[in-house]
């Protein structure tokens, strides 16, 4: 049974900075691709970030510059990094999982988790 744990979320200021993480149990972490993303309030979910099982990585335009997404496969943990936040980062995040890239980044991921709420205050 794939388990993906999101945490880290909460309320910070515009400017500041959070990291989430996100956790998987009941896969080989290391060869599943992995990804971010989010929904806004009254929105549809929306790419955030992704990393490959090699280690390559994408990015929405939005978020360039400002977030940053690593992943430790000894831990079974994928992190996003995000930097100089603003009030339009206000979103719940999910991480998702699949063995395949484009799975993940266009949102037809196999696995989800139950997301982490993300609110940036002006």
């Known amino acids: 049974q794939v388990h993906l744990v999101e945490s880290g979320g909460g309320l910070v200021q515009a400017g500041g900075s959070l990291r989430l993480s996100c956790a998987a149990s009941?896969?080989?972490?290391?060869?599943?691709?992995m990804g971010w993303f989010r929904q806004a309030p009254g929105k549809e979910r929306d790419f955030v970030a992704a990393?490959?099982?090699?280690?390559?990585?994408r990015l929405a335009n939005s978020v360039k510059g400002r977030f940053a997404i690593s992943r430790d496969n000894a831990k079974n943990t994928m992190y996003l990094q995000m930097n100089s936040l603003k009030s339009e980062d206000t979103a719940v995040y999910y991480c998702?999982?699949?063995?395949?890239?484009?799975?993940?980044?266009?949102?037809?991921?196999?696995?989800w988790g139950q997301g982490t709420r993300v609110t940036v205050s002006s």
């Open positions: 009941g896969v080989t972490f290391r060869n599943y691709d």
């Open positions: 990393m490959s099982s090699s280690g390559a990585s």
């Open positions: 998702t999982a699949d063995l395949t890239f484009a799975a993940v980044i266009t949102g037809r991921s196999d696995y």
